[in-house]
């Protein structure tokens, strides 16, 4: 399968712990974005990368939050302190940039639940 | 600040019914407007419409984009219970590099 993959697919923590979400892009990829999803809305950007620099990061990404791709292949989103308001599913995308559009294919999703 | 807004929020049909799925935007640059379908896992993609591409047809689906009216309708025609699910309509704009996402529409299609 060379889809995009996320790990793990579900993650429920108490509040105040940190967790870290994995994603791998499908491999010709240049382009890794992360969103985020709550029950009954469209997904809302957190941050994308090109290659390994990290080009934008949302408003809605705090300093609890940290994304990393450090090889320009997979990505780790780190949330630490989690809080309650953090429960969402995790959306990693990937896409080749050709210049005119281009479009972002998505993994299954980590589905956080904080206690 | 881009936005996208889609209607009816929510609609049931029966089978061989034809739905007609509506998203407006507002977007600064705007570079692609994408239709994603979902269902109980990530949204998997439909169709992009740009500048140069502003109808797409794929079987029983199809979309067309009025830069004119800042506006794409999505037509599924002949539906049938495969098709329930949340549509998402999505615009890139500026750098093109992030996608805003509208609510969505979620689609009941009854047999």
């Known amino acids: 399968d060379t889809g995009v993959s996320q790990d793990p697919r579900h993650k429920i923590t108490k509040r105040g712990q940190n967790v870290t979400f994995r994603c791998d892009p499908i491999?010709?990829?240049?382009?890794l974005y992360w969103y985020r999803q709550t029950l009954g809305q469209g997904p809302e950007f957190l941050t994308y990368?090109?290659?390994?620099?990290?080009?934008?990061k949302s408003r809605l990404l705090s300093d609890r939050f940290s994304a990393e791709r450090p090889k320009g292949s997979f990505s780790t989103l780190e949330i630490q302190r989690t809080e309650q308001g953090d429960s969402a599913m995790y959306l990693c995308?990937?896409?080749?940039?050709?210049?005119?559009?281009?479009?972002?294919?998505f993994g299954p999703g980590t589905r956080l639940t904080v206690t | 600040e881009d936005k996208v807004v889609q209607s009816p929020l929510s609609l049931v049909v029966h089978e061989g019914d034809t739905v007609t799925l509506n998203c407006s935007y507002e977007?600064?640059?705007?570079?692609?407007l994408l239709w994603y379908k979902q269902e109980k896992k990530a949204p998997t993609f439909l169709f992009m419409l740009?500048?140069?591409?502003i109808e797409k047809k794929s079987g029983r689906l199809s979309s067309i984009l009025d830069k004119k009216e800042l506006s794409s309708i999505l037509n599924i025609t002949a539906t049938q219970t495969g098709d329930s699910a949340i549509y998402l309509c999505?615009?890139?704009?500026?750098?093109?590099?992030?996608?805003?996402f509208g609510g969505g529409t979620r689609v009941l299609v009854k047999p």
């Open positions: 995308a990937s896409s080749l940039d050709r210049g005119i559009g281009y479009e972002q294919y």
């Open positions: 491999s010709e990829h240049n382009r």
């Open positions: 990368f090109q290659n390994e620099a990290q080009l934008e």
């Open positions: 977007v600064t640059n705007f570079r692609s």
């Open positions: 740009t500048s140069s591409g």
């Open positions: 999505a615009v890139g704009g500026a750098a093109g590099n992030k996608l805003t």
